[in-house]
């Protein structure tokens, strides 16, 4: 009996075990999403597309569409900003901003970015639009772009309106299309500066950028109809996470929300580069000037990969034995698979690195003289 209860623990032991998935954390906000940035895939939702107030993390759209301005040469970073009267009207979180005065683009979007300044969005919307209306009219169609259908922008502050609606899905959306703008990261993981030569100070609500390891950023905001909200966005060996929370009860909940859900990423996830020490062979090239085309990837876009799984990461390439020329640049020439067990994760194609002419009728004839002589 003992010798059969042996030889049974020990094939217990051998029987690989069963793949655990990562244990999702409990947090007290009402809705969230966890977001990995170079893919977009969603590693945590709660709620997350129930439509709330998102006080002043909807700034995160007008810096958007401030950055996109500022690369198409709509407007520059060199700009002086002018202050109208309806900006400087703004109440809530300001940096009070004088009917007539002027700051700098980069004084206003610090303003903007640390201390979520009210005025200072307003100031910058009618700087992109030429009027507060028509950049409301643009942050409603750019999210329309980016596939953010529950939202609704009546404003570009944050401001209190039962109409101003947006969810953690959407918000963690437009925060991944901010982080692709290097330029805003100059200001976003700032503590503590200065506007007007050092005599009004700004200081962070986004606490964690004082605690949570990696921290890159990104927006706070509260008011009593939307609770306590913030997209916060870390990075850790080369992975950078989103964690979009909303309708948190208080403002330590808000933060240690967003940590945990930080944490559970970067403990349970890595990006996984698929072409990494991939080796390709040239093509052959049939009736070609050249005997072969040298093959690429056609992009190198990094995997989500579960980190207990990663050992599981297998490669197939498949290559055409050979081309018919004329061969153009970018042309398909074969595949790499990127599979987890059953699991296709990604696949790559492989294209001609460069251009091979079809041979002429002379040169054709002249390549079978050649043979015909050395013959």
């Not at 007290?28 to 990995?36: D, I, K, N, S």
């Not at 979180?93 to 903007?112: F, I, N, R, W």
């Not at 100070?201 to 606490?207: A, Q, S």
């Not at 927006?219 to 964690?243: F, H, P, V």
Request: glycine share 6%; net charge negative.
């Amino acid at each position: 009996m003992k010798r059969s209860l042996a030889i049974i623990l020990l094939i217990t032991l051998l029987l690989p075990m069963a793949h655990a998935a990562p244990v999702a954390p409990e947090i007290p906000a009402q809705t969230a999403v966890l977001m990995e940035r170079d893919t977009g895939s969603i590693l945590y939702e709660k709620n997350p597309h129930e439509k709330l107030q998102p006080a002043s993390v909807t700034k995160i759209m007008t810096l958007l569409l401030v950055m996109e301005a500022i690369e198409a040469g709509k407007i520059s970073m060199n700009d002086t900003v002018s202050v109208s009267p309806l900006a400087a009207s703004m109440g809530g979180s300001q940096v009070y901003l004088e009917p007539g005065e002027t700051m700098s683009m980069e004084d206003m979007l610090k303003a903007t970015v640390i201390a979520s300044g009210n005025d200072s969005s307003v100031a910058l919307a009618e700087h992109v639009a030429g009027s507060l209306e028509g950049f409301i009219s643009l942050m409603n169609q750019r999210a329309k772009e980016l596939g953010m259908n529950d939202t609704n922008f009546v404003n570009c502050t944050g401001l209190p309106d039962e109409n101003h609606l947006t969810s953690a899905h959407d918000i963690a959306l437009m925060s991944r299309e901010l982080l692709k703008h290097d330029a805003i990261r100059r200001y976003t993981n700032i503590w503590m500066d200065t506007l007007r030569d050092g005599t009004f100070g700004l200081t962070n609500t986004n606490k964690l950028l004082k605690s949570y390891r990696g921290i890159t950023g990104l927006k706070t905001g509260s008011t009593d109809a939307a609770k306590y909200c913030m997209s916060a966005t870390a990075e850790r060996d080369g992975m950078e996470l989103i964690a979009a929370v909303m309708a948190a009860p208080t403002s330590a909940d808000r933060f240690s929300s967003a940590a945990k859900l930080l944490d559970y990423g970067f403990a349970n996830f890595s990006l996984y580069d698929s072409t990494a020490n991939q080796t390709l062979s040239p093509v052959p090239v049939k009736l070609g000037n050249a005997p072969t085309v040298s093959t690429v990837f056609a992009n190198e876009p990094k995997v989500l990969v579960e980190k207990s799984q990663l050992g599981d990461v297998t490669h197939t390439i498949t290559l055409a034995e050979s081309v018919h020329a004329p061969v153009e640049v970018g042309q398909t020439l074969g595949e790499l698979t990127v599979t987890c067990k059953d699991e296709v994760l990604a696949s790559i194609p492989i294209v001609a690195a460069c251009e091979v002419p079809r041979l002429t009728f002379s040169q054709i004839f002249f390549k079978m003289l050649q043979k015909f002589l050395l013959y």
